[in-house]
């Protein structure tokens, strides 16, 4: 695959709590130079890009994150605030401690909350797989999909790991074609990149994706 091919379904992502200002911008010219599917950034800035941008540029923000631990009423209130800001996609952390509990009318709730928040924008639910067993990426698949959500996302990039392409094909197994699925975390080549994407991502989120494959070697 060709670097435009691959970019076009990267998720241009700069989520580092000490992001500048200007790197955000830097970020966001490179989103649009190169053709990504979209510019994920911090919610503090997204009113500032969409002033920025306009319609040239679709925004994606994160809600809950990185830890997820946030009651749903703060979630979608987090949703709504960037929804009003000009956020396109909104990525969320589940309830983990929830997950982890087995309570998954809980996890539900969170997720339908944002899902409600957001006028019927693209909605992805960060899983961070690392922290969940077998079974219950299972059954967080199954509430994904009953929730309405667009995608199910591996990762944060914050955890104690990032995606692994089990996790995607596990995804991939038990969704169908109902959800897509956002590999994050971790993937640092474009030998990765395809085979994220050959295993059946739609999106990737990646913060070192322009000069992987547009450097001068590539």
Known sequence: MKGEQIFAHVDHTLLKPTATWQQIVTLSDEA?????????????????IKELYSISLRICTVIGFPLGFQTAAIKAA???????????EFDMV????????????????????????INGKTLKV?????YLDHDQKLRLSEVVAASGADYIKTSTGFGTAGATLEDVRLFRSQLGNTVKI?????????????????????RLGCSGAVPILFGENQ
């Open 32 to 48: 649009r130079r190169y053709g990504a599917a979209c510019v994920c950034i911090p919610p503090s800035y997204v009113a500032r």
């Open 182 to 202: 956002k590999a994050a975390g971790g993937i640092k080549s474009k030998n990765e990149m395809v085979a994220y994407l050959s295993a059946g991502c739609d």
């Open 94 to 117: 589940i309830d983990l401690g929830a997950a982890k509990s087995g309570n998954w009318m809980i996890v539900s709730e969170d997720i339908l909350a944002v899902r409600s928040a």
């Open 126 to 130: 960060i899983a961070e797989t690392c």
């Open 78 to 88: 987090e949703a709504a605030d960037a929804l009003n800001n000009g956020a396109d």
